[in-house]
C-alpha cells in the first residue's frame, strides 16, 4: 500500500474518532484531514454509508468482544468499516464491513499465542 492510500486511512480513522468525541464529548475536537472527515460526512449525508451507531449495534450483536479500533475507508470506490474486536481470551478479529449495507467482507482472527515461553540459553 502506497503512503498516499495509508496516510488518507488514517486520516479517515482520526476524523471517525473526531466524530465520535464531538458526539461523545461536546468541546473536545481533534487534529485530522478536512477533506477526509468532509467526504465520510457526505457519504452519510447522501446515505451511501450506514451510520457508525447502526455499524457498531450490528458488530455487538454478531460478534461478541471489544471493540478496540474503528475505521472508514474509501477503496475502490467502496466505502468499507474496518472494525477490531479484542476477544475474551486474547483473541483479535478484524472485521471488515461495507459500510452501505453493513454486510460482512472478510474476518479474520488471530489467536492468543498460549505456547510457554522459552527457557533462556545457559552459557
Not at 21 to 46: E, F, K, N
Not at 59 to 72: F, K, M, T, Y
Not at 90 to 116: H, P
Amino acid at each position: 500500500m502506497n503512503r498516499t492510500v495509508r496516510s488518507r486511512r488514517t486520516s479517515i480513522a482520526v476524523c471517525l474518532a473526531t466524530l465520535l468525541l464531538a458526539v461523545a464529548a461536546p468541546g473536545v475536537s481533534g487534529a485530522g484531514d478536512a477533506q477526509d472527515h468532509d467526504r465520510a460526512r457526505q457519504a452519510l449525508q447522501a446515505g451511501e454509508i450506514l451510520t457508525l451507531r447502526t455499524i457498531l449495534e450490528r458488530v455487538e450483536r454478531d460478534h461478541p468482544g471489544q471493540v478496540i479500533d474503528v475505521e472508514l475507508e474509501r477503496d475502490d470506490g467502496r466505502w468499507i468499516y474496518e472494525i477490531k474486536l479484542l476477544r475474551a481470551g486474547g483473541a483479535l478479529v478484524k472485521l471488515e464491513l461495507d459500510a452501505r449495507d453493513g454486510s460482512l467482507i472478510a474476518r479474520k482472527e488471530r489467536r492468543r499465542d498460549n505456547a510457554q515461553p522459552r527457557p533462556a540459553d545457559k552459557r
